[in-house]
């Protein structure tokens, strides 16, 4: 799996919009990126995740630029339940051994009122 | 989606002793993953647990000290051996769901809440 790069922590204030970085400068051209979250003490949840188009759920939306070397998740609203440590991976999607995922760091996000 | 339920969800442990930790699936899955993560730590992955063979252990991680069963496509358990102060972490079982309808696939992993083991 491609690395990646996330800076370790950011703050955000309740209401406002999250933009969490992330660099994946040597992503194959299979590799999604994906990214999960951990709220202390639970185990990591699914957020989102694409190939190079932008992509948006209930939870978040997921922006990859066109060279697909960087992408950045928005949580439009940010409220204190989303303080938690996010995860950006990159991997491949099958049903083998290749679907492990490669946890990475994070941004550790606190969300402030 | 899955529902993952680890067992125990926390224990203290004496130094030497093994502590077996057990993931019940309420599904059938392909793939089966447990991970440590030590206090301040992200998660790292041991293995992944095989239905019906030996795990595959990433590096740094052995069977001996970390055997792993896997009897059927809902169950496995994972053995931490011969306890150190240094195992104390939380461990999580983790699964990848493959069914659904072609083009709902998505590769996600689902996490059970882990079990806290603290070694004395």
């Known amino acids: 799996d491609a690395k990646t790069t996330q800076p370790p922590s950011m703050d955000c204030a309740e209401g406002r919009a999250a933009n969490l970085p992330c660099n994946h400068s040597t992503i194959s051209g299979n590799e999604y990126v994906y990214w999960y979250r951990q709220i202390h003490s639970q185990g990591p949840q699914y957020i989102i995740h694409g190939l190079k188009n932008n992509e948006t759920n209930e939870m978040a939306s997921l922006i990859i630029t066109e060279d697909r070397k960087s992408s950045t998740l928005i949580l439009p609203h940010a409220t204190l339940r989303d303080t938690a440590v996010y995860y950006c991976i990159v991997r491949v999607i099958n049903t083998g051994t290749a679907s492990k995922l490669t946890f990475g760091t994070g941004t550790r996000l606190q969300v402030t009122l | 989606s899955a529902v993952i339920s680890q067992k125990p969800s926390r224990d203290i442990c004496q130094r030497g002793t093994s502590l077996t930790i057990q993931c019940q699936v309420d599904?059938?899955?392909?793939?089966m993953f447990w991970y440590r993560q030590q206090p301040g730590q992200s998660l790292t992955l041991i293995a992944t647990a095989n239905q019906g063979s030996e795990a595959t252990y990433e590096s740094g991680f052995v069977i001996d000290k970390f055997p792993i069963s896997r009897p059927n496509l809902t169950f496995s358990t994972l053995t931490v051996s011969n306890m150190s102060p240094e195992d104390s972490s939380i461990y999580l079982c983790s699964v990848l769901l493959t069914g659904g309808l072609a083009g709902d696939y998505t590769g996600e992993l689902f996490f059970g809440e882990g079990s806290r083991l603290t070694v004395l």
């Open positions: 599904s059938q899955v392909t793939m």
